[in-house]
């Protein structure tokens, strides 16, 4: 089934990309949250949708949940590569509230994973689907926090 979903890059060919609220793309959400973990300012950045499979085992119908650290430009920050923790997340199907897929427990800064769209094509024949992958309910947990969005 691991051939089902992409999982590539690997967290180091992103670790230098910085990223801000104002990064979208059509089909992908993403909701910024500003906490403390462990006592430490981090900012998490969640994603859900369809991400366009562009460049191969990169992308699809997934999320991200990302830990990063503000910069000296406001309202930019840097992935926080050096600061892993516990994450894992599910993707619900808000229709039938079952879980579509997950991804975790993983000892990272960056969680992701894409079902491939033609898997997901084939999902749709035997499952109702929301009518934008936006509308799956993203629930991570962080370091025994559980955010859901």
């Not at 039938?96 to 094509?121: D, Q, R, T």
């Amino acid at each position: 089934m691991q051939s089902n979903f992409n999982q590539s890059p690997s967290e180091n060919l992103v670790k230098f990309i910085p990223l801000a609220s104002w990064v979208r793309m059509p089909g992908y959400d993403t909701k910024v949250i500003e906490t403390s973990i462990d006592g430490r300012e981090t900012i998490i950045q969640l994603w859900k949708g369809l991400f366009p499979p562009l460049i191969p085992g990169f992308g699809g119908y997934g999320a991200e949940i990302g830990l990063y650290q503000k910069y000296w430009v406001p309202g930019v920050w840097w992935p926080d590569f050096n600061y892993k923790k516990s994450m894992s997340f599910s993707l619900i199907n808000p229709i039938s509230n079952e879980e579509f897929f997950s991804a975790g427990p993983k000892e990272v800064w960056w969680l992701h994973k894409w079902m491939k769209p033609s898997i997901f094509k084939e999902y749709r024949k035997t499952h109702e689907v929301p009518k934008s992958p936006t509308d799956y309910i993203l629930k991570c947990i962080i370091d025994g926090q559980e955010f859901i969005w």
